[in-house]
Structure formats: structure tokens, C-alpha cells
């Protein structure tokens, strides 16, 4: 039998490269049956005949594109003109070599941040120049007019409120169920049927409630001193079990239980959603519900946190006879009364002050009450 030859032979051609050497920074590349890379390549229209035409690659897997050039990189300006690829063709035994670029690809990232707004105007700048190197009277008119700005900004309009406006910096989803209370039920004949319990507690989560439940269904006057003394629940929870866990319902007791982790839910800080386990006094399949349902993408936005108060304020009020003591909700849910009583307004609940208490009532009954900002009044 005769035996194949090969002949080879080494032509070097000075022609576009058809071959690129490509290194990813942080994966090997994977090949499978079915191509998942796709690969571009550009070559700059400047022509300089002492050096190579600048070239860039681009992989695109569908979901994040990677980069690269010949230029940039070290690696890149030593091999530009030392590297060759040989391809051999196995039908007619002929082994050539290519001239070819190296290209170390590395993720292309969108940055969205904008920088005209990071940067400070020049009164600013004056005020953190005083506000360091001042005197005492001109700190102190700076730091009055900035908690006076504080305060005015945590005043949110009753049009937002309806709207659903957000002016958070941070990219949020759209969702269907974004709108900040429950559905409400317009033609309802009595105040229990304004609005489902199970709009505010899924009934999935109702259902499974009844163990975690027990604990207030089974109480001495002794426990409840030992959870006032531990700070255990809010005092929301705590005023409504010393005057009623000896005659307290399963119904009840599964309102209350869900009440807690909305409380725990929106007193949240930023520092606590960046741990691993952000509520750790939640148990599933709670907690995974909550999150889902109003956390945006780890972040607690403004928004969500007036949601949350209006489905803890809806659950505070159906196990209360429907009204309840605004300043004892403000201390449980961690909120300003301002944003209380304009979270109420928004669910049809009537306000009324109790100066000598220095409080708020908040009482659900119908007609429900139709808020109108002072300038629409009708004179």
C-alpha cells in the first residue's frame, strides 16, 4: 500500500488577517455542538504604513458582550507582529502561515451614572466650605435651613401618592401589582368589605400561619411583661394584646402575626439588606413572599415602603375595630406622621386630631373619605 506524503510548504501572506488569537480575562471558552458566540471585527480606516491598522474584537454571547483590541493591551503591542497561525488543508497537504493580531477580551459593562449630577454647584461648595471653616452662627443657619429642606422633602402630595411616582435612582422593574393599596372595593355596604384580607395576606400564606400563630393565642399576662421589657413586638402589637389575648381568635392571632413582619419588614435599613439573611426574624415561606412582593432588587425604594405602611396600616385597622392611634402606628412602622396621614387619605380613612393627646385617630368607615389638596378646594 502506498503511502500518503505530506508536503509542506510556509508562505507567509501580507494580507487581512483571517485569523484572530483571542483570550478571555476571566473564562475559558467552552465549545459546544451549537455555536453560543458570535464575533465581530473592525478595523480602523487610518492607514500608516510603520505599523499594523488598529483592530478591535467583539464577542457577543446574547447576554454580555466582550472586547478587545490590538493596541491596547502589552500583550497586544509585543506579539502584534511576531504571532503567525499555521492552517493546514488536509486535502491537498499544504500547511500556510497567516500573520495575526492577539486581543485580550474583557466584559463591556453600560455604566448609567451621571455625572453632571454628581458634581456640586458653587453655593454648595460654599456651604460645605462653611459648614467646616465657618463660625458658629453662620453653621448654625446652614444646618437649620438644611433639616427645614429635610422636613419639607419627607411631605409627599397626595397626587404622588395616587400616581405612584418614583424618584428613585435606582433601575426598577415594572410590575403589575405596583399600585400603592389594595384594591378597593368602592361598592361596598359595609366597612369589611372595602378591602380583602387576602389582597394584604396572600391566602397561601394565610393557610399556613396557624403554627406561627400559636404564640399569641396561648399568652400570660407574664409574657407579655417579658416582650415589652425585650422590645419583642411594636407596640402596636403589644397595646392590642394587653387589652384583648385573653379572648384572642385564630383569625386574629394570624392577622397579628403578619402585622409583625411588615413591621420588621419596613423599619428595615440599608445596612440590613446588605446582608446575607436581611430578616432573620422571618421565617418562610414569609419572608421569600415579602421580599418578592416589595423588594426591588435588594432596595427598599420610598415607594414600597409607603405600600407596605398602607397593607400594615389596612391589617392594624380590621383587627382594631377599624380605628386606631396614628402616633402608635408612627412608633411601630419607624414613619413620620405626615406620610401616616397621607398613606390614610389615600385608603379612604377620616383623620381626626386629638390635640390633647397629641395624637391622631384613625378611623375606616363609610362613605369613605375623598381627599382634595387645598388648592382644588371649592370655595
Not at 488598529?54 to 493591551?73: D, F, I, P, R
Not at 477580551?105 to 456640586?120: E, H, T, Y
Not at 419596613?266 to 446588605?274: A, E, F, N, W
Amino acid at each position: 500500500m502506498a503511502k500518503l506524503e505530506t508536503k509542506i510548504s510556509l508562505q507567509s501572506l501580507n494580507l487581512q488577517c483571517p485569523v484572530f488569537l483571542a483570550e478571555f480575562s476571566n473564562a475559558d471558552l467552552k465549545f459546544k455542538k451549537r455555536q453560543s458566540l458570535q464575533f465581530q471585527s473592525f478595523r480602523s480606516s487610518e492607514k500608516n504604513a510603520l505599523s499594523n491598522p488598529k483592530k478591535m474584537l467583539v464577542a457577543s454571547t446574547g447576554k454580555l458582550q466582550y472586547g478587545g483590541s490590538n493596541y491596547e493591551s502589552e500583550m497586544s503591542k509585543i506579539t502584534s507582529s511576531l504571532l503567525k497561525v499555521g492552517v493546514y488543508n488536509k486535502r491537498t497537504h499544504k500547511f500556510k502561515l497567516y500573520d495575526t493580531d492577539f486581543f485580550h477580551l474583557k466584559p463591556l459593562l453600560k455604566c448609567r451614572i451621571d455625572f453632571n449630577n454628581s458634581q456640586k454647584s458653587w453655593s454648595e461648595k460654599t456651604e460645605d466650605l462653611a459648614l467646616t471653616f465657618g463660625s458658629k452662627n453662620r453653621k448654625r443657619v446652614i444646618t437649620s435651613r438644611l433639616k427645614y429642606e429635610s422636613a419639607s422633602n419627607d411631605t409627599i402630595s397626595y397626587e404622588k401618592i395616587q400616581s405612584n411616582i418614583s424618584l428613585e435612582t435606582t433601575v426598577i422593574e415594572e410590575r403589575k401589582d405596583d399600585c400603592l393599596i389594595p384594591p378597593q372595593n368602592k361598592d361596598a355596604k359595609c366597612v369589611d368589605d372595602i378591602y380583602s384580607i387576602y389582597d394584604v395576606v396572600p391566602k397561601e400564606d394565610y393557610d399556613c400561619l396557624d403554627t406561627e400563630a400559636r404564640i399569641f393565642t396561648n399568652i400570660t399576662r407574664e409574657n407579655l411583661q417579658l416582650w415589652r421589657n425585650e422590645a419583642k413586638y411594636c407596640d402596636l402589637i403589644l397595646h392590642f394584646l394587653e387589652t384583648r389575648y385573653q379572648s384572642l381568635s385564630l383569625h386574629t392571632a394570624k392577622l397579628l402575626c403578619y402585622l409583625n413582619y411588615m413591621t420588621i419588614l419596613i423599619k428595615t435599613t440599608y445596612k440590613d439588606l446588605k446582608r446575607k439573611d436581611p430578616f432573620p426574624d422571618i421565617p418562610q415561606p414569609y419572608k421569600s413572599s415579602l421580599m418578592e412582593k416589595f423588594l426591588v432588587n435588594r432596595s427598599l425604594p420610598l415607594r414600597m415602603k409607603d405600600k407596605i405602611l398602607s397593607h400594615a396600616m389596612i391589617l392594624a385597622l380590621t383587627i382594631n375595630n377599624y380605628h386606631i392611634d396614628g402616633k402608635m402606628l408612627a412608633s411601630s412602622t419607624h414613619a413620620s406622621m405626615t406620610r401616616i396621614v397621607l398613606v390614610a387619605y389615600s385608603l379612604g380613612c377620616h383623620v381626626k386630631d386629638k390635640k390633647a393627646e397629641g395624637t391622631k385617630l384613625i378611623e375606616l368607615k363609610l362613605p369613605l373619605f375623598k381627599y382634595e389638596p387645598r388648592g382644588r378646594q371649592k370655595k
